[in-house]
C-alpha cells in the first residue's frame, strides 16, 4: 500500500508489481496507514491526508484493503494552510487493542483546526467513522499518539506536541500528566518496560 503527494492510495500485488487498486483520498498522504485484520476476515486500513490542495479540508478514511472501497470517510474543515508546515494529518493513527478499554477506537491527531497553533485529537469509532471523544489542543502534533495499556485492559496514551509537550492521556484522552521537553517533537513516542 503506498500513498503519493497528489492525493492517491495504491495497492500493489507484491508477487508481480502489478497494480491491483487506486483509491482518490483527496489530497497528500504523510504518513504510514495502520491496518486491522477485522473479524470479517477482510483487512481494513485507517489514514488521513494532510491538507495540501483540498480547500481547507483533511480527509481521515476507513478504507477496504482488498477492494479499495472507502468504508467511511470523516472530514476536518477550514484547516489553517501554511506553505512551510501544512495542517491536517500529519502522523499515523493508534488503533486500540481488541479486549482494552481503547478498543473499537482509532485516534487521529488533526493539525491546525483551529488556528495556526491549534490541533486536536479525536478517536473514531472504527465501524461507524463517528466520534467518540474528541479533545482540542493548543498545539498541534507531528507526533503519531502510542497506545499503553495495563494488566485490566485499560488503555491510555502518550502524546507529544509541537510545543515539546509531551502529555500521558487516559482512554477518554484527558490529562493524566505531562512534562515539556522544551522543543518541538516530530517523531512518535516509544514505550519499553514502563519508560518512555
Known amino acids: 500500500y503506498v500513498g503519493d503527494n497528489g492525493g492517491m492510495l495504491f495497492c500493489f500485488n507484491l508477487n508481480t508489481m502489478e497494480l491491483v487498486w487506486a483509491q482518490d483520498i483527496h489530497d497528500d498522504l504523510n504518513a504510514t ?3 486491522e485484520w477485522g473479524e470479517d476476515k477482510q483487512g481494513y486500513l485507517y489514514l488521513g491526508t494532510s491538507m495540501e490542495y483540498a480547500n481547507g479540508t483533511s480527509y481521515l478514511y476507513k478504507i477496504n484493503a482488498t477492494t479499495g472501497e472507502i468504508v467511511w470517510q470523516y472530514t476536518y474543515n477550514d484547516i489553517i494552510y501554511d506553505y ?3 495542517g491536517g494529518v500529519l502522523s499515523s493513527p493508534v488503533l486500540g ?4 478499554s481503547l478498543e473499537g ?3 487521529f491527531a488533526v493539525a ?4 495556526y497553533t491549534g490541533g ?3 478517536a473514531l469509532n472504527t465501524t461507524t467513522g463517528e466520534v467518540v471523544w474528541e479533545r482540542k489542543m493548543d498545539n498541534y502534533a507531528w507526533s503519531s499518539p502510542t497506545a499503553i495499556y495495563d494488566k485490566m485492559g485499560t488503555g491510555y496514551m502518550i502524546f507529544a506536541d509541537s510545543a515539546g509537550i509531551v502529555y500521558l492521556l487516559n482512554d477518554k484522552g484527558e490529562t493524566l500528566s505531562y512534562v515539556g521537553l ?3 517533537i516530530e517523531s512518535s513516542p516509544v514505550v519499553f518496560n514502563n519508560m518512555f
Request: hydrophobic share 45%.
Open 182 to 184: 522544551g522543543s518541538v
Open 84 to 86: 512551510d508546515v501544512s
Open 33 to 35: 496507514p495502520v491496518f
Open 120 to 122: 486536536t485529537l479525536v
Open 97 to 100: 487493542k481488541a479486549g482494552t
Open 105 to 107: 477506537m482509532v485516534i
Open 112 to 115: 491546525k483546526t483551529h488556528g
